[in-house]
C-alpha cells in the first residue's frame, strides 16, 4: 500500500471516527442530545462509502479524501442538528 493512500484513508478514518465519537459523547455523557444508534453511526456510513469507491479509477475532481471527511463531519453535524431540533 502508497504511503500517501493510507494517509488519505486515515484522514477520513479520523474525520468519520471523531465525528462519531463526538455523537455519542454529545448523547450519552453530556446529555445534550438524544440520538440514537443508527444516527450516531451516520458518519461512519460515508467512511464506508469513501472505502468502496476506491475500487479503482478514474476519480472525479470532487472525489478527494478531504471532500470525503467534510461530508463526514457534516452529515455529523445534521444528524446532531436534527436531533436538537426534534427533541
Do not use: C, H, Q
Request: charged letters at 15%.
Amino acid at each position: 500500500m502508497e504511503i500517501e493512500r493510507a494517509r488519505d484513508d486515515l484522514v477520513v478514518a479520523a474525520s468519520a471516527g471523531g465525528t462519531t465519537i463526538a455523537i455519542a459523547l454529545l448523547s450519552g455523557v453530556a446529555g445534550v442530545v438524544e440520538v440514537s444508534t443508527v444516527p450516531t453511526l451516520a458518519p461512519l456510513l460515508v467512511y464506508a462509502g469513501y472505502l468502496f469507491s476506491r475500487k479503482g479509477g478514474p476519480y472525479g475532481s470532487l472525489d478527494r479524501p478531504r471532500n470525503w471527511a467534510a461530508t463526514a463531519v457534516l452529515v455529523g453535524s445534521i444528524v446532531v442538528a436534527a436531533s436538537m431540533l426534534s427533541g
